[in-house]
């Protein structure tokens, strides 16, 4: 995952050395480097700091008292840039890449103008001033009076959504009154999810608020004005859309938020608000994301209305702000909570068996990791790519990296699989779409014997969060380290342990087995190839395999071929199992069976 403040870490590791890019007329003097200005001229006026704990901070000692800021701005005002721009701009200086979507979003174009009116005199101004909210603040968000047809309400707050790119995106309105049940009247346009008040956001800024709901967005910003205006230190405050469950609007919003070094979460403080802030982080970036919580009440909003004047200080709920980055020496009790959930987890995957193979006991589960191994041409990809497609009609998002096939062909294997039969034109348009929001690839542009580990596992990190990509699959083990570098293999694989571990996905490897003289044995554990270290950091390996001989003779008798194969499982550490079951393979389709008896077509043919 890149954001601003990994990005800029690496960028005071070689500050002198980016500076040196950036303002090649510039020089070092003691601990500063020095220059004429931002553009570059020759001169000593403009002084970055070159250590310390302002290593970066600039000022132009001969322009405005305001001309000054960090290695950032500097870089925005040299290229006349603002920072969404900029940001990969610096990330390619640094030589990292992004993961691209198939396609871009199309944005919905809501008419704001339609039946909204001024707040003042409305019984939505009634309904929000008692609620301990300012003219000047609803004003500041934009607030309208919206009417609409409902059986609950007669009078509506319009939230006004504009993204990032500031285009209208979204209109929602929301009942002063609740519905019978208890939940709010709520109604919006076509939906595009984003943090609702992006217009309030500075060029300047490098810390931002998110809150669960709007109300509590317009609460903090009030508080915050109170008790940090005297020091010009307040920070945006931003709601998210959709409450605690819907959290889409991180991938539209992603590239916007790298932006900022501290990302502070005020969900609510009941067990809905308390995951999702945790989520939120995880996707966002641990490192950079501190909880805000709101004592004894549970929102904002609340201590608003019902708390003393000391809960409603806002300074000292940034004082006692907490992260979710883990201590390193951890009583066993503080593991009691994941473990429970763990186990719950276990229960509910062993009752609802998700692999691709309903007669298999096997699952795919988050937090592993699986090596997938055969010799080649005995149908490992085949293999990967039914578990993946399985996956994704099980609402799964994947991440594909293949140094062997290029996307365009692992994506036509899959729908041959799919439809049990090669894909043809009129197949595609309905593919894609079906594919898209639910399928990325990694595709490094390099040559591959040039690819290294961390570039790629950035990215990786980089589709969790901002795709909330849960399986990943890498083939093969062969094009990522050298044949003889057993210490990189190693390595490698107890990198893939360890995100799957930290992300809570499953990745899936796959790496060649040594073929035997005839082809006629099953491979064995011993039998894949790399160093003998290489299973231990894996929690499950599948060896798939393929009767050569019998294939070849059953082609002939019958031109034919549904050969017999076999599915081994020499390891499984959640049931401790081995297990060999027998398979049928089927050319038609690329894909394989458990009995010769099954169609080779999908289960739910029109998935595209």
């Known amino acids: 995952m890149h954001d601003a403040k990994e990005i800029k870490a690496r960028l005071l590791g070689n500050l002198e050395g980016f500076l040196a890019y950036l303002l090649p007329a510039g020089k070092v003097t003691g601990h500063e480097f020095r220059v004429g200005d931002v553009h570059g001229a ?3 006026s403009l002084s970055v700091q070159l250590r310390g704990e302002a290593a970066g901070v600039w000022q132009d000692y001969g322009g405005a008292a305001d001309d000054k800021g960090d290695i950032f701005d500097l870089y925005c005002k040299n290229r006349n840039v603002g920072f969404k721009d900029a940001f990969p701009q610096i990330c390619r200086w640094l030589g990292i890449t992004d993961v691209e979507r198939p396609k871009p979003v199309v944005k919905p174009k809501p008419d704001f103008k339609a039946d909204l009116t001024g707040m003042q005199g409305t019984p939505v101004y009634e309904y929000l001033t008692n609620r301990g909210i300012f003219p000047e603040t609803m004003k500041a968000y934009k607030l309208r009076n919206h009417r609409r047809q409902s059986q609950h309400n007669t009078d509506f707050m319009a939230f006004q959504f504009w993204d990032t790119e500031g285009d209208a995106v979204m209109l ?15 109604w919006t346009t076509p939906p595009f999810y984003t943090l609702w008040g992006w217009w309030l956001v500075r060029e300047k800024d490098r810390q931002i608020i998110i809150t669960e709901g709007e109300i509590d967005a317009m609460t903090v910003f009030q508080l915050q004005d109170a008790h940090l205006n005297a020091t010009g230190d307040w920070l945006p405050v931003l709601s998210m859309p959709s409450g605690a469950s819907n959290l889409t609007w991180i ?7 790298l932006r900022y070094e501290r990302i502070y979460i005020c969900t609510d403080m009941d067990t809905k608000g308390q995951s999702a802030a945790q989520e939120i982080a995880k996707r966002l970036g641990l490192a950079r994301c501190f909880r805000l919580s709101v004592p004894n009440f549970k929102d904002a909003n609340e201590c608003l209305m019902k708390g003393e004047p000391e809960d409603c200080e806002i300074a000292n709920w940034f004082a006692r702000a907490t992260t979710y980055d883990p201590p390193s020496l951890r009583g066993a009790a503080s593991y009691s909570d994941a473990a429970r959930r763990r186990l719950l987890r276990w229960q509910e995957e062993d009752a609802k068996p998700t692999f691709f193979l309903p007669d298999v006991s096997f699952n795919f589960r988050r937090g592993e990791c699986t090596l997938l191994t055969g010799v080649s041409g005995h149908g490992k990809s085949e293999i990967m790519y039914q578990s993946l497609l399985h996956d994704m009609r099980n609402g799964e998002k994947v991440l594909m990296t293949s140094f062997e096939i290029d996307p365009d062909e692992m994506m036509l294997n899959m729908i041959q699989q799919h439809l049990g039969r090669p894909a043809k034109p009129a197949d595609l348009d309905k593919a894609m779409n079906w594919f898209d929001g639910k399928l990325w690839f990694y595709h490094p542009k390099e040559d591959a014997i040039k690819v ?37 293999q190693d390595l490698f694989c107890k990198t893939i342990r360890d995100f799957d571990r930290i992300n809570d996905t499953h990745t899936l490897l796959v790496a060649h087995a040594s073929p035997k003289k005839d082809e006629n044995a099953v491979p064995r554990l011993a039998d894949i190839q790399g160093s003998s270290g290489i299973i231990a950091p894996f929690s499950n390996v599948l060896i798939v395999w393929r ?47 458990t009995s010769p008896d099954l169609p080779p077509k999908s289960e739910t043919p029109t998935m595209f």
């Open 452 to 488: 290294t580990t961390r570039p790629m596992f950035d990215d990786f990190s980089y589709a969790v969060r901002r795709f909330g990509v849960t399986k990943l699959a890498i083939d093969s083990l062969l094009f990522v380290t050298k044949k003889d570098d057993y210490e990189g």
């Open 251 to 257: 991938e539209n919003d992603y590239h916007a938020l």
């Open 547 to 593: 009767n050569v001989e019998k294939e070849d003779k059953v082609a002939k008798a019958r031109e034919v071929c549904r050969c017999l194969g076999i599915l081994f499982i020499p390891k499984q550490r959640h049931t401790g199992k081995r297990s060999k079951t027998k398979l049928w393979f089927s050319p038609e389709s690329r894909s394989f069976r």
């Open 172 to 186: 929602k309105s929301t009942g002063i009154k609740t519905r019978p049940d208890g939940t709010k009247d709520i």
């Open 42 to 44: 020759a001169g000593k």
